[in-house]
């Protein structure tokens, strides 16, 4: 990954097939997709790839028991065939995760046993293995720290587990790898239209040096996520506004509140909403919520009333009751949701599925969707510019595509995440051992990884590097604190930087920080 060369493409081509802007999940999925047709594919973005919502999400691939709860059997469907590719496809990334339901009532031992019967249905014969009723004692061996008052048993069933940033990464390595050119830290300003008012282009900026760039193209797409009416207004600005944002919170705690290979999913919460508790690289993952808030931010902050839900609703099932001192990590995403009709709309009550919107000038928005669709949502949206007829009919190429990255390295390893690179990354450590030792004694990420970041995974910033290149951020974020005075200097090594460029990463980043910290 040379950024000096990829913006040098930017500068000289002269047309590109796919121009898209945003580079989360979607985006980058949309990048895969046409790149592997053999579109000449830009995507720019304006932050780190996965900086919003596409790094904050609650790290499972999954159908979605909830909405089949809510009878939307057509995204199970396709969130279950899409879990199944992905697990296939990045197996370094991703998790068979069993799942444990405790039941306090016999009702429930029946309505969820008969109702995730269903949820294997409908994965067919990418199930990742069935689910079942368990007894009480199962239950208790299976989760050691449940509640046991009034506990009658439990259900088991199968999910996706997965590191979302990381495969965020994945993705645009894949991407440019098949010939795409792939940009973070570039801004759109303006885009660009001709004499029939037709968005034929984009101005953009290199946020790093300020110099600006044009690239005109067949089809822009829009993929940006909770910002998706803020491009829509360039384009239109009495645009209707499409999204209104949906805050997730999560807490990480020690494994020792949930010890054991096991994830907890309370399906009923006081106001119903569901519960997760998911282990997640040694550590517990305890969300969600489900929050409207009225303005798209890059990084949303969690709620008091947030933080408490999720204190006291896991207390409630928990025997070791978690309290503020024990949360390691707090981290706040927005969904961009479709904008609910009327005061009394709940964002539970609205659909995941995706939307595909192609406004007057030919620009193409996607919105909505889910982490483990966006595959789907990535071919959905190129074959729409097929259909306008603005691009030559290709076949999709991503269903067996093996992610960057892709290998059987065992989950044992602490660095399993990185796949295939794990061998150039020991490559590295052989060459120069010094760049073996820890950042932070209490964790596995070395030097080396730094280095790594920089030169094949666009780290440009401290936080690329600690918040979404390895997660430690989101894992401990005072942990991460005391490691980014080494991660600035050895950046700073890589990129050129001076002393003052050293200070002022290591300053932003423990203010970021306090935003991951309960105080």
């Not at 121009?19 to 995507?43: E, F």
């Not at 019967?117 to 061996?141: E, V």
């Not at 801004?187 to 034929?200: F, I, M, P, W």
């Not at 993952?285 to 808030?293: E, K, N, P």
């Amino acid at each position: 990954m040379d950024r000096s060369q990829l913006l040098e493409n930017l500068s000289t081509t002269t047309e590109w097939d796919v121009i898209i802007i945003g580079g989360g999940a979607t985006g980058l999925g949309i990048a895969m997709d046409a790149a592997t047709r053999n579109y000449k594919t830009l995507l720019v973005e304006q932050a780190d790839f996965a900086k919003g919502t596409s790094s904050k999400a609650t790290k499972l691939v999954h159908g979605g028991v909830r909405y089949l709860a809510q009878g939307d059997l057509g995204l199970v469907k396709e969130a279950l065939h899409e879990r199944g590719l992905l697990l296939k496809n990045a197996p370094h990334l991703t998790v068979n995760e069993t799942f444990v339901i405790p039941n306090y009532t016999w009702f429930n031992v029946l309505k969820y046993t008969i109702g995730l019967k269903f949820y294997d249905l409908l994965s067919g014969k990418l199930s990742l293995g069935p689910s079942k009723y368990i007894s009480k004692k199962q239950t208790i061996s299976d989760l050691p720290t449940i509640k046991q008052e009034g506990l009658k048993g439990g259900v088991t069933y199968h999910d996706g587990q997965f590191d979302d940033s990381r495969l965020a990464m994945n993705i645009a390595q894949t991407a440019l790898e098949n010939g795409a050119t792939v940009l973070n830290y570039v801004k759109v300003e303006t885009l660009v239209k001709d004499n029939n008012s037709k968005v034929v282009g984009i101005i953009a900026k290199d946020v790093e040096t300020g110099v600006s760039y044009k690239a005109t193209g067949k089809v822009v797409i829009n993929a940006t996520g909770v910002y998706v009416d803020n491009v829509l207004h360039m384009d239109r600005p009495d645009a209707p506004h499409m999204v209104r944002p949906s805050q997730g919170v999560h807490l990480v705690l020690d494994p020792s509140f949930l010890p054991g290979e096991y994830a907890l999913m309370i399906p009923e919460t006081s106001d119903g909403r569901v519960l997760f508790a998911v282990p997640w690289h040694d550590k517990i993952i305890v969300g969600t919520t489900d929050t409207l808030r009225d303005h798209p931010e890059l990084e949303p902050h969690a709620l008091e009333e947030e933080i408490e839900f999720i204190l006291t609703t896991a207390g409630n099932y928990l025997t070791k009751k978690p309290t503020r001192s024990d949360v390691l990590a707090m981290f706040a995403g927005l969904r961009p949701l479709a904008a609910p009709q009327g005061e009394g709309a709940k964002t539970k009550e609205i659909s995941r599925s995706h939307k595909i919107i192609v406004a007057a000038s030919g620009l193409i928005t996607i919105t909505g969707g889910k982490w483990t669709t966006f595959r789907r949502m990535a071919q959905d949206t190129v074959q729409k510019a097929i259909e306008m007829g603005v691009l030559p009919n290709k076949p999709c190429a991503t269903e067996q595509l093996h992610i960057h990255g892709y290998s059987d390295i065992p989950h044992t390893d602490p660095l399993y995440f990185y796949g295939s690179d794990l061998a150039g990354i020991k490559k590295l450590i052989e060459a120069n051992p010094s760049l073996g030792e820890k950042l932070h004694p209490q964790y596995p990420y070395t030097k080396a990884l730094v280095i790594w970041a920089v030169k094949n995974e666009y780290a440009r910033k401290v936080e690329d590097v600690l918040g979404r290149r390895f997660r430690l951020l989101f894992l401990d974020a005072r942990a991460a604190v005391a490691a980014a005075p080494a991660v600035a200097k050895i950046m700073a090594e890589e990129l050129g930087r001076d002393a003052s460029w050293i200070q002022n990463e290591i300053t932003e980043f423990t203010q970021l920080a306090q935003g991951y910290t309960l105080n």
